[in-house]
């Protein structure tokens, strides 16, 4: 079984439109990574969030961690082509604020907007 | 920023052969990286634990006599598929860790295609 369920699985929009991808989970969290992988290329981490209910932003992108660290999501305002890429999420377990160990990844999201 | 790099970027080899794969740390000095192979659409699945000076972990089902990790120096990990077979071509992703503001971060490298014919 997964130990982070990331929905949904795929995603097809058009240009200028809104989306959210969720991460959920039944384990706490220490920290929780978003990353942006494209095709040939490892992921780039955008975000770390390690508070319960932290918001953090960048740019067109809001990051949100649940209150209780089990759970995260990643929304997109107004996406563009160039957003298009594999999404994922991936927790770490261990002391508060801390990455110890391996990290939890959730099975990702491929997002592809269209012009 | 923290950068991690990989060599090669793509291998093409026979079967039976056995490929290395390196990764390392640029800027940060990592006592710890970690192994993943990906498949097409798919997302990351962590294989072993490389530990600078010590044995790697392996995660259950991989075999740790088929893939040799050494992690000789602080920024060197690396990754040796041996007697590879068709079934090991993949995209294998090593990453770094590093204390950043008191917390650790992964960084990821470029990855590597391997293609077994």
């Known amino acids: 079984t997964q130990l982070l369920e990331q929905s949904p699985q795929f995603l097809s929009i058009q240009e200028g439109e809104n989306l959210t991808v969720y991460c959920n989970s039944s384990?706490?969290?220490?920290?929780l990574q978003w990353y942006r992988q494209e095709p040939g290329e490892g992921p780039v981490l955008l975000v770390t969030?390690?508070?319960?209910?932290e918001v953090k932003k960048l740019k067109r992108l809001t990051f949100q961690f649940g209150d209780a660290r089990k759970d995260s999501s990643l929304h997109i305002t107004a996406a563009q082509p160039g957003d298009t890429g594999l999404y994922l999420c991936?927790?770490?377990?261990?002391?508060?604020?801390?990455?110890?160990?391996?990290?939890?990844f959730g099975r990702g999201t491929q997002l592809t907007v269209w012009p | 920023g923290a950068v991690v790099s990989q060599h090669p970027s793509r291998v093409i080899c026979k079967s039976g052969t056995s490929v290395k794969i390196e990764c390392r740390s640029l800027?940060?000095?990592?006592?710890?990286m970690f192994w993943y192979r990906q498949f097409p659409k798919q997302s990351l699945m962590l294989m072993a634990t490389?530990?600078?000076?010590?044995?790697?972990?392996?995660e259950q089902g991989v075999e740790k006599d088929k893939f040799l990790i050494n992690h000789a120096s602080l920024t060197l990990s690396t990754l040796t598929v041996t007697s590879a077979h068709p079934e090991d071509s993949s995209f294998y992703i090593c990453?770094?860790?590093?204390?950043?503001?008191?917390?650790?971060?992964?960084?990821f490298g470029p990855g590597t295609r391997l293609t077994v014919t």
């Open positions: 991936a927790g770490a377990l261990g002391r508060r604020g801390s990455t110890l160990g391996r990290l939890y």
């Open positions: 969030v390690v508070t319960g209910g």
């Open positions: 990453s770094a860790r590093e204390l950043r503001e008191g917390r650790y971060e992964q960084y």
């Open positions: 800027d940060f000095q990592a006592t710890t």
């Open positions: 384990s706490v969290f220490s920290s």
């Open positions: 490389s530990n600078e000076g010590s044995k790697a972990t392996y």
